[in-house]
């Protein structure tokens, strides 16, 4: 006999109707194309900077949003993956090439002002004071800027896997160390920079925004991940927003994170309360949004070749009244198909009454797995199916106001 597994959500008409659009809340205003790939962007002033992988360094005039045009352009000689701004010069991390410094006093002639070569993959630069913390693949790389034409590394800290993102704040830098979550590293001493504390996030985590005490991670297939690190002994995970693609981007503005959401195009959240974020507006932009920056209502994205701006004013104007995004609550499972059991992972950004349950496709009660109050977090359920025949099964959860979906299959 064959059983079915699922778990059903019950969504509001509205929220799917928001779900299916294009956009919601965000409009854009002005779009140009950069070449391919636009991976990387900074905005100061009446500029946007752009790392655009295959040439290097563009540098974006957007006096007027609605018609941006191309100031200059410097072609680094590796692959540009982010750049920082500050003051006349432009940081780029620029792959096996390390990071170049680039004199921006001139936007249509920048030139190049020094260099340092890493020794692992740059993939991202932010700039604090007179040094630059660059995420070099298994390293944070620290380098002395105070000589733009002679940066030199003072120091240098081991990540256990791929360092793909850097914050800084204070005495600490923070890595988005792609398969081992949040790393938080004191640099009180630039030359000898050491890991303090940790937080392991369930996906991927490529990049990395602090403001306050949170750190906002994006962590790929799992979305924002919003971690309180006012112990940085033992940073702790209080809230999530899951985005419906991949989450490579993130900037943090206020009381809103912006995600660049790969196929999902931009995704702005209402971070107001950490420990319930909500999705109040996007927009599904046309190929692989990478990269984002935020300057007053405008954010600026880098979407394969292109870069576009977005007003977002409508978002903070509409997000008292905004319903959560229904992929804020999520199921999986592993493994899948199984045999005689799978472990179910259930996420909630806030706490709800709900009860889990099993049924077959003849709708019959197998096993109920939770009853009651589900705190918010990660909810781990094993389910044993001993005893049941080979096929589909249904788990439901049976909550107010949202409901998501996940079927596997028992085989034996």
Known sequence: MRSVLVIVFALSWAVIQSFAQDSLNVRRVGQLYVGQSALGVAVQGNYAYVAVYYYGLKIINITNPATPTEAGVYDTPGLAWSVAVAGNYAYVADGIYGLRVINIMNPPEPTEAGFYDTLGDAWQVVVSGSFAYVADGGDLRVINIANPAAPTEVGFCDTPDQASGVAVLGDYAYVADLNHGLRVINITNPAAPEEVGYYETPGRAYCVAVSGTYAYLVDEDSGLRIINITNSAAPTEVGFCDTPSYAYGVAVSGNYAYVADFNGGLRMINISNPAEPTEVGFYDAPGWANCVAVSGNLAYV??????????????????????????????????????????????????????????????????TLMNGMLHAGSHNVRFDANGLSSGLYFVRLESEPFSVTQKIMLLK
């Open 302 to 367: 880098g979407h394969f070749n292109y870069l576009g701006i977005y007003d977002c004013s409508a978002a903070t104007a509409a997000s008292d009244h905004f319903i959560p995004h229904p992929s804020s609550f999520s199921l999986s499972s592993f493994p899948n198909p199984f045999n005689s059991s799978t472990m179910l992972r259930l996420d909630l950004p806030r706490e709800a009454r709900g009860r889990l349950v099993v049924y077959d496709v003849l709708g019959r009660n197998v096993a």
